[in-house]
């Protein structure tokens, strides 16, 4: 299984950015799809999650409001709209896949078995 963002980059504040992550090796239908943060010097955290089956989606409070997720069954490919971007949302983004079949949605990091290697998104004037 390989998980593979894309679409990070440098970006004033107040603009925008969409996420890419390629997803390959298997399908993850009924299960959740999830895309967190990590910023310097601080822990992983959880942005968004999504059900791959029913769309059914979970954000961070930080970030409802300004951030989507949204999945392509077709190219089995998982995104990240990001709007109103702050300097507070620089960070590497990476997206993860859990292989329990349910109908939570995970907030967690142990929570997930697949990770992509990460995209950076800077923020700034």
């Known amino acids: 299984v390989h998980l593979v963002e894309s679409g990070g980059g440098l970006v004033p504040p107040g603009g925008s950015l969409r996420l890419s992550c390629a997803i390959s090796?298997?399908?993850?239908?009924?299960?959740?799809m999830g895309w967190f943060r990590q910023a310097p010097g601080r822990e992983r955290e959880f942005v968004s999650a999504?059900?791959?089956?029913?769309?059914?989606?979970r954000y961070a409070d930080s970030v409802k409001g300004r951030f989507t997720v949204s999945r392509d069954n077709t190219k089995n490919t998982l995104f990240l709209e990001m709007n109103s971007l702050q300097p507070e949302d620089t960070a590497v983004y990476y997206c993860?896949?859990?292989?329990?079949?349910?109908?939570?949605?995970?907030?967690?990091?142990?929570?997930?078995?697949?990770w992509g290697q990460g995209t950076q998104v800077t923020v700034s004037s």
């Open positions: 993860a896949a859990a292989v329990d079949f349910t109908s939570r949605l995970f907030t967690t990091a142990d929570e997930y078995d697949y």
């Open positions: 090796g298997r399908t993850f239908k009924g299960r959740t």
């Open positions: 999504v059900n791959w089956s029913t769309g059914r989606d």
